[in-house]
């Protein structure tokens, strides 16, 4: 079972988390039929999206959106601090062929762009307060990069950002995923840092370590090696969309009765398909008659 970790190293100096996401990016990789490389590239980004979200309050939400003048088009994935995620891609077949050495071209199917970054705050709330949004350019479109580019230049916190996903030629395609976030606090000891520095560029790639019996801890172990650690939270991950046939019969409606009217004289039917997991909701012209007049 997927797992997210928040926890604290070196006495409070380091806030630190680590996510193993394998089950919930191969469901995203299955419901979307990604390529390799936008599978690499959307699974990345949900696994970001989670390790930022973990801080959050339980009613807060967190989407980061990635838009790129590459192929794959707009990434998005949107978690909440109970540990839920969903992705969406606008072309899940873009490829490029593989760099040197076989990696997948993740910055090049991602392409210039910007890097956003939207905390709504109080979703449970009658009235929500306005959500904070930040947004970078895009560094390297390796996601990592540039989700710490924006945690320093936006947060002003020195980060270490790590994100992988490891694929494999037979389903389920993903055969590993994971991240870390290891975040500097203010009067942290700086030879620390240079410490974790020296062991994440000598460690092995994350996702080599990444197994059935692998838990957040170990990622963390991986990165920061013989620092203490206290891990204060662990939950579970999964993906999970929070679409519904109630939210499509509302977009409908918000289409006002004109256009309703448009679809019944068309094809007597309707279907939306939810662009973050898939799911199909068909609608007869009965339904789409009894939209129209519980909205009058």
């Known amino acids: 079972m997927d797992k997210i970790a928040r926890g604290i190293a070196a006495g409070g100096d380091f806030r630190v988390l680590a996510a193993i996401t394998t089950d919930t990016v191969t ?16 699974g990345r980004t949900m696994t970001a999206a989670l390790l930022l979200a973990a801080s959050l309050k339980e009613s807060d939400r967190l989407t980061l959106r990635i838009e790129g003048d590459g192929p794959a088009g707009t990434i998005i994935a949107e978690a909440t601090a109970a540990g839920a995620v969903r992705g969406y891609v606008a072309n899940p077949l873009a490829e490029l062929p593989a760099k040197d050495g076989g990696k997948l071209d993740v910055g090049g ?17 009658s009235v929500p307060l306005e959500p904070y949004v930040g947004s970078v ?36 395609f993903v055969r590993a995923s994971g991240g870390v976030i290891i975040q500097m606090m203010p009067g942290a000891n700086e030879h620390l840092l240079t410490m974790i520095e020296d062991t994440i560029a000598n460690a092995p790639h994350l996702t080599s370590i990444i197994n059935e019996n692998t838990v957040p801890e170990d990622l963390l172990r991986h990165a920061i090696g013989k620092i203490d650690l206290e891990i204060l939270e662990e939950k579970p991950a ?15 409606v918000s289409l006002g009765p004109v256009e309703v009217a448009a679809m019944i004289a068309e094809d007597d039917s309707a279907v939306i398909t939810c662009g973050f ?16 007049n519980s909205a009058d």
């Not at 469901?27 to 959307?42: F, G, K």
């Not at 999964?238 to 409908?252: D, H, I």
């Open 137 to 172: 350019p895009l560094v390297s479109g390796e996601i990592a990069e540039d989700v710490a580019y924006y945690l320093l230049t936006s947060e002003q916190i020195p980060s270490a950002v790590l994100l992988g996903v490891l694929l494999q030629n037979t389903e389920p």
């Open 277 to 292: 997991c898939g799911e199909r909701y068909e609608m007869t012209g009965d339904n789409l008659r009894k939209l129209i």
């Open 27 to 42: 469901e995203a990789v299955r419901r979307h039929r990604t390529s390799p490389t936008v599978a690499a590239a959307l």
């Open 109 to 125: 199917v991602l392409g210039k762009g910007m890097l956003q970054v939207i905390r709504e705050i109080g979703t449970n709330l």
């Open 238 to 252: 999964r993906f999970e969309c929070s679409c519904s046939l109630e939210r499509a019969n509302a977009m409908l």
